[in-house]
């Protein structure tokens, strides 16, 4: 029976990767369509505030109660993970960062993340682990490598994305090692809430609040709630609960590489033998990471790293 278990959680936690991997790359594909007929921030706006009523009203429903200490906990991650994350990877790419380089300094994140969880985590990674970062990134920088050559951006802009990676790199740690005891459900709703309240604040202090009378608009922001928002962050969040910030940020990996395919299926954007490349080499790097069990401490598995408040 025990085997059984370990073997249904397993399949769990493969289809919950790919889930993730899938989800989280579509955001990119539903950003590029957002912003063809409105401002990032106005997207960004609407989709956290759609989110945000829609997940309010199935937590009435299901009369879903949250403590003080829950809000201000998710409260905090969705500044971390949602508006710093995505507000300054959008502000980086409409300053002129190139998208690939976008897409490279992202995937610095679980680098940092590996560099940080076994202190602070106990997540202990291996030799074979450590080379499966590294390779990873190689995958990446082949991906992307055309986006590297092209015009640069204002120095100041890549300090934008980069800041912003900071921001998920931390939030992923924290979440790990705060250990919630709130569900899914619950987190998402503050989160999506603190980030609807942050994003109009921007949106109407520069004149973008209004929507753009588009269908196109509304089925970039349809596309963003249902697939980036509750599949890619929702699976983000259950992924980094379950199998640790380690390994669900070295998932991202993948991310650049699917969201290539995605854009050919999309957009028929051409994909370049160096970026099949960069896929297998980034792939490679991901089984390794997930090949080993990333060791956790003791307090990490048994729960015990709670939120001092």
Excluded: N
Aim: hydrophobic share 55%; with cysteine.
């Amino acid at each position: 029976m025990l085997g059984m278990a370990s073997l249904g959680r397993a399949r769990v936690d493969v289809l919950t990767s790919v889930g993730l991997v899938v989800m989280w790359s579509s955001g990119f594909i539903g950003a590029e369509l957002g912003t063809r007929t409105a401002p990032a921030v106005t997207v960004l706006a609407w989709r956290f505030l759609i989110l945000a009523l829609a997940l309010t009203v199935v937590c009435l429903a299901f009369r879903v109660r949250t403590t003080r200490a829950a809000l201000g906990r998710q409260a905090m991650l969705g500044l971390l993970c949602q508006v710093t994350y995505l507000g300054l990877v959008f502000s980086g790419a409409r300053a002129g960062v190139p998208p690939g380089v976008v897409a490279l300094i992202a995937a610095l994140q679980p680098l940092l993340v590996a560099t940080v969880a076994g202190p602070l985590l106990g997540e202990r990674t291996g030799g074979l682990q450590r080379l499966g970062l590294v390779l990873g990134l190689a995958g990446v920088v082949l991906v992307v490598s055309a986006d590297l050559r092209a015009e640069a951006a204002p120095m100041w802009a890549y300090l934008l994305p980069v800041v912003g990676m900071l921001g998920l790199a931390v939030g992923t740690v924290m979440e790990r090692r705060w250990h919630p005891s709130e569900s899914l459900l619950e987190a998402l709703t503050i989160q999506a809430g603190v980030s609807a309240a942050a994003f109009f604040a921007v949106a109407a202090a520069t004149g973008a609040s209004t929507p753009p009378a588009d269908g196109g608009f509304w089925l970039a922001v349809g596309w963003l709630i249902v697939l980036s928002s509750t599949g890619g962050y929702g699976l983000y969040v259950l992924v980094t609960r379950r199998q640790g910030a380690t390994r669900v940020s070295t998932l991202l990996y993948l991310t650049p590489p699917t969201t290539m395919v995605w854009a050919f299926v999309m957009f028929g954007d051409a994909v370049p033998l160096v970026g099949l490349l960069g896929l297998v080499v980034s792939a490679v790097g991901v089984y390794l990471v997930l090949s080993r069990k990333t060791a956790d401490s003791p307090r990490v598995r048994s729960g015990r790293l709670r939120d001092p408040h």
